[in-house]
């Protein structure tokens, strides 16, 4: 945990911009005794669900512009508030170890709504850094810790990874994960005092189960790549995001394609 808490810390420093607003925000019950809000990107016409988790000390509205696309491509994106977020009111009550548990009870309750309110639309997980494992988690990922797997999830989209994870994160972790998974990361990917080789972001595709894992590293990415830095490597990330949820819940052959295609001038994928 400690490695965790380096790695918390240390996206915090990440530069801090105006963001647009969802297109709604209500309350969620997690438990009998914590609420938090949900924040909603919905479409005109909804066709597909993604349960989205930020960044440790993030939140939703950071990453407006690739969950707007989304919600533009005709999915509706649900988004938490994680009790590690520096704009949760409450935050100095939860310990590191108490906010990654919190983060799981935030997601089941997401997906509870989703289910509730989209009962027949299909389902992925997407996240940023921390988010990815915890949406990882939700495809399968860590079975070790128990029956935290989130069954009506398809497929899981990851921007980043916290890497390795020393007594958290090890060689069979992602052995479990049950659903397609795309990594996008950088070869600039590296977070201060805890990630320096930016190849460690790979390890969730490198050791998922052969046949539905692969990751994109886009020359000049950065950790911040998500949220718009460089541009022209966000406009990449969020064109081949899309496309992976529009083949994997809406079984579009063209967006298929795009993932299956060669790799692009500045890109190395890694396909398992």
């Given at each position: 945990?400690?490695?965790?808490?380096?790695?918390?810390?240390?996206?915090?420093?990440?530069?801090?911009?105006?963001?647009?607003?969802?297109?709604?925000?209500?309350?969620?019950?997690?438990?009998?005794?914590?609420?938090?809000?949900?924040?909603?990107?919905?479409?005109?016409?909804?066709?597909?669900?993604?349960?989205?988790?930020?960044?440790?000390?993030?939140?939703?509205?950071?990453?407006?512009?690739?969950?707007?696309?989304?919600?533009?491509?005709?999915?509706?994106?649900?988004?938490?508030?994680?009790?590690?977020?520096?704009?949760?009111?409450?935050?100095?009550?939860?310990?590191?170890?108490?906010?990654?548990?919190?983060?799981?009870?935030?997601?089941?309750?997401?997906?509870?709504?989703?289910?509730?309110?989209?009962?027949?639309?299909?389902?992925?997980?997407?996240?940023?850094?921390?988010?990815?494992?915890?949406?990882?988690?939700?495809?399968?990922?860590?079975?070790?810790?128990?029956?935290?797997?989130?069954?009506?999830?398809?497929?899981?989209?990851?921007?980043?990874?916290?890497g390795r994870i020393p007594g958290l994160i090890g060689p069979d972790s992602y052995a479990s994960l049950a659903v397609p998974l795309l990594l996008v990361t950088g070869d600039e990917d590296r977070v201060p005092g805890f990630v320096t080789d930016p190849a460690d972001h790979l390890y969730p595709v490198q050791t998922a189960p052969a046949g539905d894992?692969?990751?994109?590293?886009?020359?000049?990415?950065?950790?911040?790549?998500?949220?718009?830095?460089?541009?022209?490597?966000?406009?990449?990330?969020?064109?081949?995001?899309?496309?992976?949820?529009?083949?994997?819940?809406?079984?579009?052959?063209?967006?298929?394609?795009?993932?299956?295609?060669?790799?692009?001038?500045?890109?190395?994928?890694?396909?398992?």
């Open positions: 945990m400690r490695g965790l808490l380096a790695f918390a810390f240390a996206w915090l420093a990440v530069a801090q911009h105006a963001f647009a607003a969802p297109s709604a925000t209500v309350p969620l019950q997690v438990s009998p005794g914590r609420a938090t809000t949900l924040a909603i990107w919905e479409p005109v016409q909804a066709r597909g669900v993604v349960l989205f988790s930020t960044g440790h000390g993030a939140w939703p509205e950071r990453y407006d512009r690739l969950l707007q696309a989304w919600a533009d491509a005709g999915f509706v994106v649900l988004a938490p508030l994680h009790v590690d977020s520096v704009r949760y009111p409450e935050r100095e009550k939860f310990s590191l170890q108490q906010s990654l548990g919190e983060r799981l009870a935030d997601m089941r309750a997401t997906s509870a709504y989703a289910h509730a309110r989209w009962p027949r639309l299909p389902l992925a997980a997407a996240g940023h850094s921390l988010g990815t494992l915890i949406s990882a988690v939700q495809g399968g990922a860590l079975a070790g810790l128990g029956p935290l797997r989130d069954p009506g999830v398809a497929a899981v989209l990851g921007f980043s990874s916290p894992a692969r990751a994109v590293v886009l020359a000049g990415g950065g950790h911040n790549l998500v949220g718009g830095e460089p541009e022209p490597l966000f406009e990449r990330a969020r064109q081949l995001g899309t496309a992976f949820l529009q083949a994997e819940l809406l079984g579009d052959e063209q967006a298929r394609q795009l993932l299956d295609a060669p790799a692009a001038a500045g890109e190395h994928w890694l396909r398992r």
